[in-house]
């Protein structure tokens, strides 16, 4: 079945860049939405954005100017990087796909703490 | 951008008890709506999508139904491992949205 793995850094300054990386395993990255979710501690779940058939890309308004998705098929791997991080961005990030081409979401990665802190 | 809300924010119940939980959208979606369940340290898993089709795995005890604007979230008969928050989400247009979250505790 398709599992999603998150790694990278529990720990960013703030104004630098939080990057993130998923590993997809049991599908292939050429297909789906590939997403990023993130909740804030206490907090409820934030879309960021996805990433389709490699190169299609749709943020969020908010983060539009801060987030980049990328996806490295020789690796079945995406990747999400903000800039510019500040304590609102200390959260819980989750990757996630649909396993179709809709945009709920039935495979989740176990999350990764990103804390936004000097 | 979509809005989303739920009610109740928080409700206790009892095992055995049929527990409703609505979500609204600020517009309609037709039946684009997904059903979450996240228990503390977890991530969600989907109970249900598009309104009321149940995610292979999901206990039957839970049902979607609605569409437009207004959808609910029925629990049958509600048991010690339902206790857990449920967000709703709509996938009609981007940024997809969730709703804020209902916390079920039993009692």
């Known amino acids: 079945q398709v599992q999603l793995q998150e790694s990278g850094p529990g720990l960013v300054k703030p104004s630098e860049t939080l990057s993130l990386t998923c590993s997809v395993f049991?599908?292939?990255?050429?297909?789906?939405?590939w997403s990023w979710i993130r909740q804030a501690p206490g907090k409820g779940l934030e879309w960021i954005g996805y990433?389709?058939?490699?190169?299609?890309?749709t943020y969020k308004p908010s983060l539009n100017s801060r987030v980049t998705f990328l996806v490295d098929a020789s690796k079945n791997q995406f990747s999400l990087k903000l800039s510019s991080v500040t304590t609102a961005d200390t959260a819980i990030y989750y990757c996630?796909?649909?396993?179709?081409?809709?945009?709920?979401?039935?495979?989740w990665g176990q999350g990764t703490l990103v804390t936004v802190s000097s | 951008d979509i809005q989303m809300t739920q009610s109740p924010s928080t409700l206790s119940a009892s095992v055995g008890d049929r527990v409703t939980i609505t979500c609204r959208a600020s517009q309609s979606i037709s039946s684009w709506l997904a059903w979450y369940q996240q228990k503390p340290g977890k991530a969600p898993q989907v109970l249900i999508y598009?309104?009321?089709s149940l995610e292979s795995g999901a206990p039957s005890r839970f049902r979607g139904s609605g569409s437009g604007t207004e959808f609910t979230l029925t629990i049958s008969s509600l048991q010690p491992d339902d206790s857990a928050t449920y967000y709703c989400?709509?996938?009609?247009?981007?940024?997809?949205?969730f709703g804020p979250g209902t916390k079920v505790d039993i009692k």
């Open positions: 996630v796909t649909s396993k179709n081409d809709f945009n709920y979401y039935a495979v």
């Open positions: 049991g599908a292939s990255i050429n297909n789906y939405y």
């Open positions: 990433i389709y058939h490699s190169e299609i890309t």
């Open positions: 598009e309104a009321s």
């Open positions: 989400q709509q996938y009609l247009s981007s940024p997809f949205t």
